[in-house]
């Protein structure tokens, strides 16, 4: 089981292209921290040129390793990482008040995910908004729990 997962997240990142190089060129700025939590991801879109002001919720990396052998080899059989975050583009470009207690998001791949805002804490769907960030010219909205029920 455990060898199947690690070839099916090697594929996922020689997909995507993620690996050492890429997570190297994934900062936001000179002075930005790694983004070594969605370097995956950030691979993945980086090759799918979207169109500046194009905004997409992605999974921490974690996440995505953390799915079962099923549902990695689901993800790898239909194409890739960047086939499962093209089903999580927004819509509409976002707004500082789509973020907001009660607001629904609609992606491309016909998911909606509401917003739910408690003291400090901004759930999307069933997972919890982490962070917002910009990067290459797209708003990246990062969910940790994105694929928890």
Same mark, same amino acid.
């Given at each position: ?26 900062? *936001? &700025? !000179? #002075? +930005? ?7 995956? $991801? /950030?691979?993945? =879109? ?20 953390? *799915? &079962? !052998? #099923? +549902? ?7 194409? $890739? /990482?960047?086939? =499962? ?65």
């Amino acid at each position: 089981m455990m060898t199947s997962r690690l070839v099916l997240v090697l594929m996922l990142c020689a997909s995507s292209a993620c690996g050492a190089d890429s997570a190297a060129d994934t900062r *936001l &700025d !000179a #002075d +930005a921290a790694p983004t070594s939590d969605i370097s995956m $991801s /950030l691979a993945a =879109l980086e090759s799918m040129s979207l169109p500046d002001g194009t905004a997409v919720i992605v999974p921490l990396d974690s996440s995505v390793l953390a *799915l &079962d !052998a #099923d +549902a990695l080899a689901e993800i790898a059989s239909n194409g $890739s /990482l960047e086939d =499962l975050l093209d089903e999580f583009i927004l819509t509409d470009p976002l707004a500082d008040t789509d973020v907001a207690d009660g607001a629904v998001l609609r992606t491309s791949g016909g998911l909606e995910f509401s917003i739910s805002v408690e003291g400090d804490t901004t759930s999307i769907g069933a997972g919890r908004l982490i962070d917002v960030r910009k990067h290459d010219g797209l708003t990246i909205l990062v969910a940790d729990g994105l694929f928890e029920s």
